[in-house]
């Protein structure tokens, strides 16, 4: 059974840090919204996967996902 990525588990910031910063940061604001929503699209495309295969679209959403987390990343350290 597919499960959610804790975001926050890879970032070297606490959550409540990254939610204060949210407020404050537009940007970040949207790329974490857009982190969900395309880890939500993993988690569907894994649920109607069969097996171990992935197909280009589960990779290139996961690729997406990562791209995001690191526009998150860059996004954080900017305003540290």
């Given at each position: 059974?597919?499960?959610?990525?804790?975001?926050?588990?890879?970032?070297?910031?606490?959550?409540?840090?990254?939610?204060?910063?949210?407020?404050?940061?537009?940007?970040?604001?949207?790329?974490?919204?857009?982190?969900?929503?395309i880890?939500?699209?993993?988690?569907?495309?894994?649920s109607?996967?069969?097996?171990?295969?992935?197909?280009?679209?589960?990779?290139?959403?996961?690729?997406?996902?990562l791209?995001?987390?690191?526009?998150?990343?860059?996004?954080?350290?900017?305003?540290?």
């Open positions: 059974m597919p499960v959610s990525h804790d975001l926050y588990q890879d970032l070297q910031y606490p959550r409540e840090i990254v939610q204060q910063r949210r407020q404050q940061d537009k940007t970040l604001d949207r790329l974490l919204d857009e982190y969900v929503d880890d939500n699209q993993v988690l569907a495309a894994e109607i996967s069969a097996g171990n295969f992935e197909d280009e679209d589960l990779r290139q959403l996961k690729a997406r996902r791209a995001v987390k690191y526009m998150i990343e860059s996004q954080l350290e900017r305003k540290a």
